[in-house]
């Protein structure tokens, strides 16, 4: 099983990146995908999650509006769209997978089936 997060890099404020997250080993279609994150010095944060479908997502308040994810199941893929990026956005990003969980209960991050090894975001002001 191999969760393989890319796309993060250096970044100014305002700009926007792309992350992608690509899965294997397992069935990807099945699982509730999601997003988290962790600044330097900081606790493990939730981001996004998006069900297996594709067609209902939930995202953290704050990042509302700034961060949308998407899921390609014909790629094995998600995705974590990036806009008007912030300092405060510095972190690294993992990716992670849960068989049959709820969105909502995504956001603890409890006890996830996978997680992803994870990329860096920095962003300078």
């Known amino acids: 099983v191999q969760l393989q997060a890319s796309g993060g890099g250096s970044a100014q404020t305002g700009a926007s990146l792309r992350l992608s997250c690509a899965g294997s080993?397992?069935?990807?279609?099945?699982?509730?995908m999601g997003w988290f994150r962790q600044a330097p010095g900081k606790e493990r944060e939730f981001v996004a999650a998006?069900?297996?479908?594709?067609?209902?997502?939930y995202a953290a308040d704050s990042l509302k509006g700034r961060f949308s994810i998407s899921r390609d199941n014909s790629e094995n893929t998600i995705y974590l769209q990036m806009n008007s990026l912030k300092p405060e956005d510095t972190a690294v990003y993992y990716c992670?997978?849960?068989?049959?969980?709820?969105?909502?209960?995504?956001?603890?991050?409890?006890?996830?089936?996978?997680w992803g090894k994870g990329t860096l975001v920095t962003v300078s002001s």
């Open positions: 992670a997978a849960d068989l049959g969980r709820s969105l909502y209960t995504m956001e603890t991050g409890d006890n996830m089936d996978f």
């Open positions: 080993g397992f069935t990807f279609i099945k699982f509730t």
């Open positions: 998006i069900n297996w479908l594709g067609e209902a997502t």
